[in-house]
């Protein structure tokens, strides 16, 4: 089966512009993930969705990041403006309604200048 | 909400010895603990998992523990090898929340 796609792989922006990154789950994953992962440290969840409904956004800094998921299937996080803390590497994970297991993109890996 | 507290942050082992990392929770509704290893650049890989209602897993040369009364588990690398260096993260899942550890950069010395 295909697994969890995203893009950009790489992005350099300067601090106060904006950015968008897009994630495509695996068919079928009712629950996707949006993760920051600072170097060094584990994945913190951003926001997570049911479907096309917000789960849990509490860690997500609502003045700048913002995520939608459409349709239930894709999903865009944005950062507007951002900030040289922001950079890191964004995770996006789906997991089947079902199940446990959660599967991971490649990431986006964020630089603010 | 949960808190994942894991150690050591880095641990250095000999080829063909045995590396634990050890990791701790706090929310005793937590019913699911996966292990994964990321290797420099690459996403999260899902190496092992075990469910609250088991104390032990077993695959190959890796284990996992569970104290659900101490709230601790760990994992366990015998014969460990130089593919084996990478970080690793422990996990607490509870209502498809995950909370990870911060880590743990394991360095296999051949």
């Not at chain 2, 104290?67 to 899942?93: G, M, R, W």
């Amino acid at each position: 089966e295909a697994g969890v796609a995203q893009s950009p792989r790489y992005k350099i922006i300067e601090k106060r512009q904006s950015v968008a990154f897009w994630c495509n789950p695996i068919s079928g994953h009712a629950t996707l993930y949006w993760y920051q992962q600072i170097l060094g440290q584990g994945p913190k969840l951003l926001i997570q969705f049911q479907n096309n409904g917000v789960v849990d956004d509490s860690q997500l800094p609502k003045d700048r990041f913002s995520a939608e998921r459409l349709k239930g299937v894709d999903s865009t996080l944005k950062i507007q403006p951002a900030k040289l803390e922001d950079s890191a590497v964004y995770l996006c994970a789906s997991l089947w309604g079902g199940g446990e297991t959660q599967y991971f993109g490649p990431g986006t890996r964020l630089l603010v200048l | 909400g949960e808190n994942v507290e894991q150690h050591p942050s880095t641990l250095s082992v000999q080829e063909g010895d045995s590396a634990v990392i050890k990791c701790t929770y706090s929310d005793s509704a937590s019913n699911y603990f996966p292990w994964y290893k990321q290797e420099l650049g690459k996403r999260p890989q899902l190496i092992i998992d075990i469910r609250s209602n088991v104390g032990e897993k077993k695959d190959q040369r890796i284990a996992v523990t569970l104290n659900k009364t101490a709230k601790h588990f760990s994992l366990h690398i015998t014969e460990t090898q130089p593919e084996d260096s990478a970080v690793y993260f422990c996990a607490a899942n509870t209502g498809n929340q995950f909370y990870f550890g911060t880590g743990t950069s394991l360095t296999v010395i051949p």
